[in-house]
T-cell receptor, first 117, second 112 residues
Framework: DTAVSQTPKYLVTQMGNDKSIKCEQN?????MYWYKQDSKKFLKIMFS???????INETVPNRFSPKSPDKAHLNLHINSLELGDSAVYFC????????????????FGPGTRLTVL | DQQVKQNSPSLSVQEGRISILNCDYT??????FLWYKKYPAEGPTFLIS?????DKNEDGRFTVFLNKSAKHLSLHIVPSQPGDSAVYFC???????????FGKGTLLTVNP
């Protein structure tokens, strides 16, 4: 009964390829996020969607394109993968938007470890 | 530009003792602070939070203290248990924006 799920858990691919990571939440939350945890272990926000609308885009290269077909899903598509894209990508969701009047807890998925060779 | 800093990469304590994890921040606009716990190969899980209008919040064995003038918060775990061994992330948000800013994490090891 996973609250926030991501697929795949591991992804190994060649430089230049295009890949997607899927995220689904069954919590009925309005807001979903993508974070990147790089080799230095920093967890950094990449995107945030609220009710399928893009709210945050943290100067991520446009090779990264999030897609939210509905409130429960936020997929991440990455074009022309580069070595520096290797990281763990976490999806998260919350009932309200972080930074709004009553910041709510963000629930994280298990992460997708992307390795670009 | 690290706005949330956890200067201790690791901490080791004995079971039953107190664990104190520290976090400093630089952005005075932050008004909500959270602690997350992360086990290997899992996503971070929410532990406890505190609003800037408070200086203490307690939940069972976990207490978070906030010192706004020093821009410092700490997480106290007492008594520490081996199952508490994990990476602890401090995070902060501001009402003026819509994101959580995380620290680098502190690896806590509780020895039996």
């Amino acid at each position: 009964d996973t609250a926030v799920s991501q697929t795949p858990k591991y992804l190994v691919t060649q430089m230049g390829n295009d890949k997607s990571i899927k995220c689904e939440q069954n919590l009925g939350h309005d807001t979903m996020y993508w974070y990147k945890q790089d080799s230095k272990k920093f967890l950094k926000i990449m995107f945030s969607y609220n009710n399928k609308e893009l709210i945050i885009n943290e100067t991520v290269p446009n090779r990264f394109s999030p897609k939210s077909p509905d409130k429960a899903h936020l997929n991440l598509h990455i074009n022309s993968l580069e070595l520096g894209d290797s990281a763990v990508y976490f999806c998260a969701s919350s009932q309200v938007l972080a930074g709004s009047l009553s910041t709510d807890t963000q629930y994280f998925g298990p992460g997708t470890r992307l390795t670009v060779l | 530009d690290q706005q949330v800093k956890q200067n201790s990469p690791s901490l080791s304590v004995q079971e039953g003792r107190i664990s104190i994890l520290n976090c400093d921040y630089t952005n005075s606009m932050f008004d909500y602070f959270l602690w997350y716990k992360k086990y290997p190969a899992e996503g971070p899980t929410f532990l406890i939070s505190i609003s800037s209008i408070k200086d203490k919040n307690e939940d069972g064995r976990f207490t978070v203290f906030l010192n706004k003038s020093a821009k410092h918060l700490s997480l106290h775990i007492v008594p520490s248990q081996p199952g508490d061994s994990a990476v602890y992330f401090c995070a902060a948000s501001a009402s003026s924006n819509y994101k959580l800013t995380f620290g680098k994490g502190t690896l806590l090891t509780v020895n039996p």
